[in-house]
């Protein structure tokens, strides 16, 4: 049996907790990722952002559509409000995790939110997209666009720029979901 000095003086001693060494290298990659992932929710962020604007401002006078009297475009202006919300917060998240070198949740409930909720939320934008995209093309088919064709240009555009959220959306699922893969097989966010 060892003696009590022994164990003072650190002879051969087990360590209660295993020691968990990062090198410089292995934060300075970590950093990067989730640099990489911070440019894609602001370029989520922004086209979502600017979806959103195009569509609030589409209208053009009194005997022009509004784009609240069709629901598919409510449901464009709406998906992409709360895609533009949502990576607004997820963006304050990273610039968290990016400074402090911690999750701002504990990084169980982090990666599986930020996987479920990119998931949840591009496909939310993908099928308002897809409905605005619908309803523009039977507009098109109709006298509406040709009567007030700024309004369905406009309309395009805002469709046009919810798809380009939904593309870095969805980059930033991958990412994400490669994150939580690394923490179920390593038990950490990043294999380092």
């Known amino acids: 049996m060892r003696s009590p ?24 990659k970590l950093r990067r990722f989730n640099s990489l992932i911070l440019v894609f ?37 709406a998906a ?3 895609v533009a919300i949502y990576s607004l917060f997820e963006m304050g998240v990273s610039v968290w995790e990016i400074s402090k070198g911690t999750t701002f949740f504990p990084e169980i409930l982090q ?13 939310l934008v993908l099928s308002a997209d897809s409905a605005g995209t619908a309803l523009v093309k039977t507009l098109r088919d109709s006298n509406t666009c ?21 593309l ?5 699922s991958l990412l994400s979901g490669f994150k939580l893969v690394c923490f179920i097989i390593n038990g950490s966010r990043f294999h380092l």
């Open 80 to 82: 992409n409000a709360i």
């Open 168 to 172: 870095f959306l969805g980059l930033s």
């Open 41 to 77: 929710r602001l370029a989520a962020f922004c086209f979502s952002l600017a979806s959103s604007v195009f569509m609030l401002t589409n209208s053009r006078g009194s005997h022009s559509p509004r784009w609240y009297d069709f629901d598919a475009f409510r449901f464009v202006f």
């Open 5 to 28: 000095q022994s164990l003072r003086n650190g002879d051969n001693t087990p360590s209660p907790l295993p020691r968990i060494f990062h090198s410089t290298l292995s934060v300075q």
């Open 146 to 166: 040709t009567a007030n064709n700024a309004f369905c240009l406009q309309s395009d555009i805002s469709v046009a720029l919810g798809f380009a959220g939904f």
């Open 111 to 123: 990666v599986w939110f930020d996987f479920g909720h990119d998931q949840v939320f591009a496909y």
